[in-house]
């Protein structure tokens, strides 16, 4: 997270590419909830991590590789402000 916009540019693709052949929906939702309830931690490394992960969810979304509704789950589950 802590990275230039390109290098997070080429995780963003990389997931893209690796979805349906690599990693299933399931599995990128799984990572997403992690790193979301890890966040609080992230951000003390990185102060925009917060924004950073709302990229990266909003990209997978665009790019098909979890669903919109996943948002709203998430914050269902989700107990940390930051996630929020």
């Excluded at 963003?12 to 992690?34: N, T």
């Excluded at 990229?55 to 930051?82: G, L, S, V």
Aim: glycine residues 2%.
């Amino acid at each position: 997270m802590d990275h230039k916009p390109s290098h997070r540019e080429m995780t963003s693709v990389l997931i893209s590419e690796l979805y349906g052949r690599v990693m299933s929906q399931r599995d990128i939702s799984k990572a997403f909830d992690a790193l979301l309830s890890n966040l609080p931690d992230l951000v003390l490394d990185t102060p925009e991590a917060d924004t950073v992960l709302g990229n990266f969810i909003a990209r997978a979304i665009a790019d098909d590789c979890i669903p919109p509704k996943y948002i709203t789950i998430a914050k269902e589950k989700i107990e940390t402000d930051h996630a929020r």
